[in-house]
Nanobody, 128 residues
Framework: QVQLVESGGGLVQAGGSLRLSCVAS????????MGWFRQAPGKEREFVAA????????AYADSVKGRFTISRDNAKNTVYLQMNSLKPEDTAVYYC?????????????????????WGQGTQVTVSS
């Protein structure tokens, strides 16, 4: 069992920045990959970014590439999402998720069904 708790959301103007954090507990943090997803009202949950268990491999949705950075600190059981140059269309509830399945040598799972545990979410609102 893994518990995930997100924090760092809030209200920010377009062009601003936020850093989300997700603290994990329950199992050895360095034994699983991590991802960030988001869900806007009336829309499906979508992939934002993911990072391998060692931190050596990352992947991003095209919509956030170059603006968002995912990282992890295994000593602190924490994964981060640094969000810069925020846009109103980034407004959503952001969720972190844990993936215990092995990744292929070059692929990064982007489907929500791949992930086994989820946090409760943190709201990010970007005003224009």
């Amino acid at each position: 069992q893994v518990q995930l708790v997100e924090s760092g959301g809030g209200l920010v103007q377009a062009g601003g920045s936020l850093r989300l954090s997700c603290v994990a507990s329950g199992r050895t943090f360095s034994s699983y990959h991590m991802g960030w997803f988001r869900q806007a009202p009336g829309k499906e949950r979508e992939f934002v970014a993911a990072i391998s268990l060692s931190g050596g491999r990352t992947a991003y949705a095209d919509s956030v590439k170059g603006r968002f950075t995912i990282s992890r600190d295994n000593a602190k059981n924490t994964v981060y999402l640094q969000m810069n140059s925020l846009k109103p269309e980034d407004t959503a509830v952001y969720y972190c998720a844990a993936d215990f399945r092995p990744w292929g040598p070059t692929t990064v799972p982007t489907g929500a069904l791949q992930y086994d545990y989820w946090g409760q979410g943190t709201q990010v609102t970007v005003s224009s």
